[in-house]
Structure formats: C-alpha cells, structure tokens
C-alpha cells in the first residue's frame, strides 16, 4: 500500500515560516491535500489540490508540489497554528484510494 | 451550512459490535460519498473505506474487510459505520468526513465531531 513519509515534528518562531514534507514514490502523479489537527479537535482542510485553499483559511497557507515530495507552508506562523498536520493523496489504482501521511507535530516557540 | 453531526460515545465489550452514526445537513446527500476515518489514542489517521450514498456502493480497507459495513440511509440523510468482532485495537475516534471525489483525486472537506469507541472487558 502506498506510504506518505512527515517529519515527527517541527518547530517554529512565532513571525517565521513553517515547511512541512510529504513524500512518496508516486506523490508526482497525485495530488495531495493537507489537514490541520488541533488537539481534541476534528481534522480541518487547510489546503487541497496540491495548493488551492477552502474558503476561510489564510492565506499563510499555501502549498506545492515537486517530485516526489509535497510541501505546506505556513507563513507569519500564529501561536494558533499549533497543531498535527497530516497530507493525504487519494490513490485511485489502489484497492484502498484513501492514504494520510505519517502526520507533522508544529510547535510553536 | 454543510453538517456532520455523529452518534455519542460507545463502550464495548470484545467481540461485540459497535455502530456509529453520522447525520449529514446543509447539502445534497447523495451528491458527495462519505468516508469513514480513525485516530487510535495518540496515533494518526486510519482511512476504513468510504461509501457513495447514491448507489450504495462502498470500499473499505483490506485489513477491515469481513468486519465492516458501511451503509446510508437516504431518506435521512444518515451514514452509518458499523464494526465487529472488536478488540482492544479498534479503540479510537472514529470520524466520518465528507468525501469529494475527483477525476484528479479526491479529498475530505467538511469532517464530523467524532466518536470515541472504547473496547474494554
């Protein structure tokens, strides 16, 4: 089944910008969607499609794609921005389509 | 606006069933297919399948498979998730989510409160 591979954790500086990793063998064909996670909370679109953003999320989240890696970055991080963030694509030759990533902790300083 | 408001916590013994439901508001039913997603204690997220509420038709991952069913009810607007045979590993939030499928792919825009189900003797 396919794999999605985050970093366990990254830490940021209130003011500065957060880069969080997606990667997989096949990432290049999909395209890959982003949820934030607070805690105790339900998972949130933050970023679908690779980079397009559902009404009522910032602008300070953005997205991209290369290869075999995605990317979500958070500009001008918030101390609300603290949170699990997990990728997912949708593998539709897959008997399974449905696929997270190993999930990001964002702590900020 | 689009609403997903699921049933309350479930403590079950092992081996029992458990059913969680997921009322959905604020949109055409069976325009959308509904996936069913979990989160064990301090882990990530599981994707168990989806189901498309206009047809029925449903895909659940390999390692649930003979376990769980999931269906919806049409005239009510409500999907259900139901899993047997439990042990102590299905205990988590189960969620279930909006499913937005796509000739590109496919994604989860709008996510219910979610469910504890605890499995404990």
């Known amino acids: 089944s396919y794999v999605l591979t985050q970093p366990p954790s990254v830490s940021v500086a209130p003011g500065q910008t957060a880069r969080i990793t997606c990667g997989g063998d096949?990432?290049?064909?999909?395209?890959v969607h982003w949820y934030q996670q607070r805690p105790g909370q339900a998972p949130v679109l933050v970023v679908y499609?690779?980079?397009d953003r559902p009404s009522g999320i910032p602008e300070r989240f953005s997205g991209s794609s290369s290869g075999n890696t995605a990317t979500l970055t958070i500009s001008r991080v918030e101390a609300g921005d603290e949170a699990d963030y997990y990728c997912?694509?949708?593998?539709?030759?897959?008997?399974?389509?449905?696929?997270f990533g190993t999930g990001t902790k964002v702590t900020v300083l | 606006q689009v609403q997903l408001v699921q049933s309350g916590a479930e403590v079950k013994k092992p081996g029992a069933s458990v059913k969680v439901s997921c009322k959905a508001s604020?949109?055409?039913?069976?325009?959308?297919?509904i996936s069913w997603v979990r989160q064990a204690p301090g882990q990530g997220l599981e994707w168990m399948g989806w189901?498309?509420?206009?047809?029925?038709?449903?895909d659940y991952v390999q390692n649930l498979q003979g376990r769980v069913t999931m269906t919806a009810d049409t005239f009510s607007s409500t999907a259900y998730m139901e899993l047997g045979s439990l042990t102590s590993d299905d205990t988590a939030v189960y969620y279930c989510?909006?499913?937005?499928?796509?000739?590109?792919?496919?994604?989860?825009?709008?996510w219910g409160q979610g469910t504890l189900v605890t499995v404990s003797s």
């Open positions: 989510a909006r499913t937005i499928s796509t000739i590109l792919g496919g994604w989860f825009d709008s």
């Open positions: 604020g949109y055409t039913f069976t325009s959308y297919g």
């Open positions: 189901i498309n509420p206009y047809n029925g038709n449903t």
């Open positions: 096949t990432i290049g064909r999909e395209t």
């Open positions: 499609d690779d980079g």
């Open positions: 997912q694509v949708w593998d539709s030759s897959s008997d399974h389509p449905g696929v």
